[in-house]
């Protein structure tokens, strides 16, 4: 074997084992690939101007710059792995090449080290290929735990919006209505029909309606911003936010609560760290007896226990909301029973703009409670999913 051969041999061998270090970028992530089992369509409108309920999974697991970077350190990290590979094959082929070369000239000891070193390279070579396989496991599980998170905060956020958007739309109607009693109330002043103190009412109330819608779009835009960078955008992005479907409350009837409880503690990441970590050394001698792990399983029992706690509440939360919810339907239903006949009574000229007025005004209060309502049907639903699967907190 040729010195130049050799060294060059020897040199490719070397940066395979310097490839093996795994190195984790800290250098922000700007882009997203679409996955390979997802669909041009669902892609296509993952990037529109619209971001909807049923997308923030989605969004987060391709956008969110967190993950993305997450995603992006492990890839850089298998890229070391395939050069492994590259540099192993080719190392086999040299072998190979040796090998032929060596027999050619007779030199049968030289022969079989070339053989054998080409066996050990082509090991080699297979070990790294199922590393490699391996890497979308390692996103999976390094993800999985982030992914949820910010679902589950994005979700949390687009409700919030969302409650917002009720309150917004019932404040621009009471506006809109005060306005207009403020109008009213102030011609028939002029012709002694109303007193000052219900002009001044009267103002003093769309005043207030005013000033509450301001700092109502302040706090829904604040919202927004953390709702846009959550899932990837920049904070001032032209983007709408979708509405939240209405709640399905069927959904409560094929709970099994008595499954849900023993399976949240296995998926919970307190409970799980917990159980993972390292005892106390209480003696503080750097050794660990059985009494500093019976001390940490009486810890994961209590949290167990906490979390049972936690998981009875929220179940009864979710019941108290749909009792809520039916409470509001019916009480939204009758108001547009009445508006509707107020309406046709203001038409036919039994009912006074003022009374009209009133009754509209009562009529948007029981569609906002209604839809209120709803929204915190789907929240008490959400904390329960999100308890089961993980994220539930320990009761005090």
């Given at each position: 074997?040729g010195?130049?051969?050799?060294?060059?041999?020897?040199r490719?061998?070397?940066?395979?084992?310097?490839?093996?270090?795994?190195?984790?970028?800290?250098?922000?992530?700007?882009?997203?690939?679409?996955?390979?089992?997802?669909?041009?369509?669902?892609?296509?409108?993952?990037?529109?101007?619209?971001?909807?309920?049923?997308?923030?999974?989605?969004?987060?697991?391709?956008?969110?710059?967190?993950?993305?970077?997450?995603?992006?350190?492990?890839?850089?990290?298998?890229?070391?792995?395939?050069?492994?590979?590259?540099?192993?094959q080719?190392?086999?082929?040299?072998?190979?090449?040796?090998?032929?070369?060596?027999?050619?000239?007779?030199d049968?000891?030289?022969?079989?080290?070339?053989?054998?070193?080409?066996?050990?390279?082509?090991?080699?070579?297979?070990?790294?290929?199922?590393?490699?396989?391996?890497?979308?496991?390692?996103?999976?599980?390094?993800?999985?735990?982030?992914?949820?998170?910010?679902?589950?905060?994005?979700?949390?956020?687009?409700?919030?919006?969302?409650?917002?958007?009720?309150?917004?739309?019932?404040?621009?109607?009471?506006?809109?209505?005060?306005?207009?009693?403020?109008?009213?109330?102030?011609?028939?002043?002029?012709?002694?029909?109303?007193?000052?103190?219900?002009?001044?009412?009267?103002?003093?109330?769309?005043?207030?309606?005013?000033?509450?819608?301001?700092?109502?779009?302040?706090?829904?835009?604040?919202?927004?911003?953390?709702?846009?960078?959550?899932?990837?955008?920049?904070?001032?992005?032209?983007?709408?936010?979708?509405?939240?479907?209405?709640?399905?409350?069927s959904?409560?009837?094929?709970?099994?609560?008595?499954?849900?409880k023993?399976?949240?503690?296995?998926?919970?990441?307190?409970?799980?760290?917990?159980r993972?970590?390292?005892?106390?050394?209480?003696?503080?001698?750097?050794?660990?007896?059985?009494?500093?792990?019976?001390?940490?399983?009486?810890?994961?029992?209590?949290?167990?226990?906490?979390l049972?706690?936690?998981?009875?509440?929220?179940?009864?939360?979710?019941?108290?909301?749909?009792?809520?919810?039916?409470?509001?339907?019916?009480?939204?239903?009758?108001?547009?029973?009445?508006?509707?006949?107020?309406?046709?009574?203001?038409?036919?000229?039994?009912?006074?703009?003022?009374?009209?007025?009133?009754?509209?005004?009562?009529?948007?209060?029981?569609?906002?409670?209604?839809?209120?309502?709803?929204?915190?049907?789907?929240?008490?639903?959400?904390?329960?999913?999100?308890?089961?699967?993980?994220?539930?907190?320990?009761?005090?």
């Open positions: 074997m010195n130049r051969k050799r060294g060059a041999f020897s490719r061998i070397t940066a395979g084992y310097l490839g093996l270090v795994l190195l984790f970028s800290a250098v922000p992530v700007w882009g997203a690939e679409k996955p390979g089992d997802m669909d041009e369509e669902t892609w296509i409108r993952l990037q529109d101007n619209v971001l909807e309920y049923g997308e923030l999974e989605n969004r987060v697991a391709n956008f969110n710059p967190t993950i993305l970077q997450i995603i992006k350190s492990i890839n850089e990290g298998y890229d070391s792995v395939q050069d492994n590979i590259i540099n192993y080719e190392a086999a082929n040299d072998f190979q090449r040796l090998y032929e070369e060596a027999m050619d000239e007779g049968i000891m030289s022969a079989y080290m070339y053989q054998l070193n080409r066996k050990i390279s082509l090991q080699m070579s297979s070990n790294f290929i199922r590393s490699e396989k391996k890497k979308n496991t390692t996103i999976e599980r390094s993800t999985r735990q982030y992914r949820k998170m910010f679902t589950s905060g994005c979700q949390q956020l687009m409700l919030a919006y969302n409650k917002m958007a009720v309150n917004k739309a019932t404040l621009e109607k009471q506006v809109e209505l005060y306005g207009a009693m403020v109008s009213m109330s102030g011609t028939q002043g002029a012709i002694g029909m109303n007193t000052q103190t219900d002009i001044l009412s009267a103002q003093a109330k769309m005043h207030q309606a005013q000033t509450s819608l301001v700092s109502l779009e302040d706090q829904m835009a604040s919202i927004k911003s953390n709702l846009l960078l959550m899932t990837g955008w920049d904070y001032d992005s032209d983007v709408t936010i979708g509405a939240i479907p209405p709640a399905d409350v959904l409560l009837d094929t709970i099994d609560f008595e499954a849900d023993a399976i949240a503690p296995k998926n919970n990441y307190t409970i799980i760290g917990m993972n970590a390292a005892p106390k050394d209480a003696d503080g001698d750097g050794k660990y007896q059985n009494k500093d792990y019976t001390a940490r399983e009486r810890g994961v029992e209590q949290a167990t226990q906490q049972s706690i936690t998981m009875d509440g929220l179940y009864l939360t979710m019941l108290e909301k749909k009792a809520s919810l039916q409470a509001a339907q019916t009480a939204y239903e009758a108001a547009t029973l009445k508006w509707e006949g107020a309406g046709r009574k203001y038409q036919l000229g039994m009912l006074g703009n003022a009374e009209y007025l009133g009754e509209e005004i009562a009529y948007c209060a029981a569609k906002a409670a209604y839809e209120s309502a709803d929204l915190d049907m789907t929240q008490a639903m959400l904390n329960y999913y999100w308890g089961v699967n993980g994220l539930g907190e320990l009761a005090e």
